[in-house]
């Protein structure tokens, strides 16, 4: 049963279709399996139950966008605001043209290259081997194995902090590497991706060439968050890593990967603090051996506690 106090905190905040939870635990939604809880949870019904929500909300109180929380790590304390998880509502992918999609804020990078590959649609087959939703994407300008989102997009539809909702041509999102101008606030709800013909079975081998690249790779069966850190100009970040001597470095229940350096591993009771921590760690080491500072390509959100 909820308390008095969220009971009245739930009331002070504007009506909804969907689902809002006040002080739900983050952990069990993001990869890492650890940290903080949201001061509320917001899991729209459709775009306009988000665009309503905000257009009424004080805009004193943050936002933020969660997707498979694959790339994130949420610090202990949790997110005060509001976290908008885009659900099913959202994860649905369609083809638009012979070689264009139009894709939810909360489909998968699997879901969208393998509908693209059964429309004949070529291009998109890098999106397989990302672990996070369109939305991410978008924001983040996710990429691997030689592509970007930038190569793709053609458009996106985003609903503002104020509740508007407006289409974004690719050039207004300012894309470089591993970034956007994206609003602070702003929630992608679909995306337009477009590619180029191509047969399913070529595009299925291609998919299947970088499944099996990433599994050799990359420890996907660990609580991990991804690529730790950006790749620096003329370099890779995983190499700078192993070669400052961090290969399976470990503080608290936090992890340096021994198959992948460029990945931290949650080993099964690590705190958001130990797995920052570490990677602060291992930035500092590879700047005392090599000169390079590195960037954090995992988002860090929330309150240390």
């Given at each position: 049963m909820?308390?008095?106090?969220v009971?009245?905190?739930?009331?002070?905040l504007?009506?909804?279709r969907?689902?809002l939870?006040?002080?739900?635990?983050?952990?069990?939604?993001?990869w890492?399996k650890?940290?903080g809880?949201?001061?509320w949870?917001?899991?729209?019904?459709d775009?306009e139950?988000?665009?309503d929500?905000?257009a009424h909300l004080d805009p004193a109180?943050?936002?933020?966008?969660l997707?498979l929380?694959?790339?994130?790590?949420v610090?202990?304390g949790?997110v005060p605001?509001?976290?908008?998880?885009l659900?099913?509502p959202?994860a649905?992918?369609?083809q638009?043209?012979a070689t264009?999609?139009?894709c939810?804020?909360g489909?998968?990078g699997?879901l969208?290259?393998?509908t693209?590959?059964d429309?004949?649609?070529?291009?998109m087959?890098?999106l397989?081997s990302?672990?996070?939703?369109?939305g991410?994407?978008v924001?983040?300008?996710?990429g691997a194995?030689g592509?970007?989102t930038?190569?793709?997009l053609v458009e996106c539809?985003v609903i503002?902090?104020?509740?508007?909702r407006v289409?974004?041509?690719l050039?207004?999102?300012?894309?470089?590497?591993r970034?956007?101008s994206?609003?602070?606030?702003?929630?992608?709800v679909?995306?337009?991706?477009?590619?180029?013909?191509?047969e399913?079975a070529?595009?299925?081998t291609?998919?299947?060439?970088?499944?099996?690249?990433?599994?050799e790779s990359?420890p996907?069966?660990?609580?991990?968050?991804g690529?730790t850190?950006?790749?620096p100009?003329?370099?890779?970040?995983?190499?700078l890593?192993?070669?400052?001597?961090c290969?399976?470095?470990q503080l608290g229940?936090a992890?340096?990967?021994q198959?992948?350096t460029?990945?931290l591993l949650?080993?099964?009771?690590?705190?958001?603090a130990?797995i920052?921590?570490?990677g602060?760690e291992?930035?500092r080491?590879?700047k005392a051996?090599s000169?390079?500072e590195?960037?954090?390509?995992?988002?860090r959100?929330?309150v240390k506690?």
């Amino acid at each position: 049963m909820e308390s008095a106090g969220v009971t009245t905190a739930l009331a002070s905040l504007p009506p909804v279709r969907g689902s809002l939870k006040a002080g739900a635990s983050l952990a069990p939604l993001v990869w890492f399996k650890a940290g903080g809880a949201a001061q509320w949870l917001f899991e729209p019904k459709d775009a306009e139950d988000l665009s309503d929500f905000l257009a009424h909300l004080d805009p004193a109180i943050p936002v933020m966008a969660l997707g498979l929380g694959s790339n994130l790590i949420v610090r202990d304390g949790g997110v005060p605001g509001v976290v908008v998880r885009l659900g099913k509502p959202f994860a649905k992918v369609e083809q638009a043209d012979a070689t264009t999609l139009r894709c939810g804020g909360g489909a998968s990078g699997i879901l969208v290259s393998s509908t693209a590959r059964d429309a004949g649609i070529a291009g998109m087959e890098f999106l397989r081997s990302i672990p996070g939703t369109v939305g991410g994407f978008v924001r983040m300008n996710g990429g691997a194995y030689g592509r970007e989102t930038c190569d793709i997009l053609v458009e996106c539809d985003v609903i503002l902090r104020s509740g508007d909702r407006v289409t974004l041509p690719l050039d207004a999102l300012g894309y470089t590497y591993r970034h956007s101008s994206l609003p602070e606030g702003a929630v992608v709800v679909s995306a337009l991706f477009r590619g180029v013909p191509g047969e399913p079975a070529e595009i299925q081998t291609e998919m299947d060439r970088i499944a099996a690249a990433r599994e050799e790779s990359q420890p996907l069966r660990s609580k991990t968050g991804g690529s730790t850190f950006k790749n620096p100009e003329g370099h890779k970040a995983w190499a700078l890593v192993d070669e400052a001597g961090c290969r399976g470095l470990q503080l608290g229940g936090a992890q340096v990967s021994q198959k992948h350096t460029n990945f931290l591993l949650n080993l099964g009771d690590a705190s958001s603090a130990d797995i920052e921590a570490l990677g602060e760690e291992v930035r500092r080491r590879v700047k005392a051996k090599s000169g390079i500072e590195l960037e954090w390509e995992i988002q860090r959100v929330g309150v240390k506690r």
